[in-house]
């Protein structure tokens, strides 16, 4: 059974900075790139960043670059959102997403 279990999400002021994981089971994780999506009160779920198998390709939306950075430990089947600088635009329930689809998602509130 696939599964992605979210963690780390929180309440943060502005300028703060928190690390979201995602920890996966039920497939082969290092095969798959894995994508960080996020999703704002009255808005299209968004993707965030990307990050290819073995974590040789990065992607990030605009509005996260030079603030947010993807990484992986394919031994813990583990992926990784480090977030600095956040500000009040980036609250949003973060999910993270796999070859099957997202897991339950991580609530991050920016606000001061």
């Known amino acids: 059974q696939v599964q992605l279990v979210e963690s780390g999400g929180g309440l943060v002021q502005p300028g703060g900075s928190l690390r979201l994981s995602c920890v996966a089971s039920g497939f082969t994780f290092d095969i798959y790139t894995m994508t960080w999506d996020r999703q704002a009160p009255g808005k299209e779920r968004e993707l965030v960043a990307s990050?290819?198998?073995?974590?040789?390709?990065?992607n990030y939306a605009n509005s996260v670059k030079g603030r947010f950075t993807i990484s992986r430990d394919n031994a813990k089947n583990s992926v990784y959102l480090q977030m600095e600088n956040l500000k009040p635009e980036d609250t949003a329930v973060y999910y993270c997403?796999?070859?099957?689809?997202w897991g339950q998602g991580t609530q991050v509130t920016v606000s001061s």
């Open positions: 990050i290819t198998s073995y974590g040789q390709i990065t």
């Open positions: 997403r796999g070859p099957r689809g």
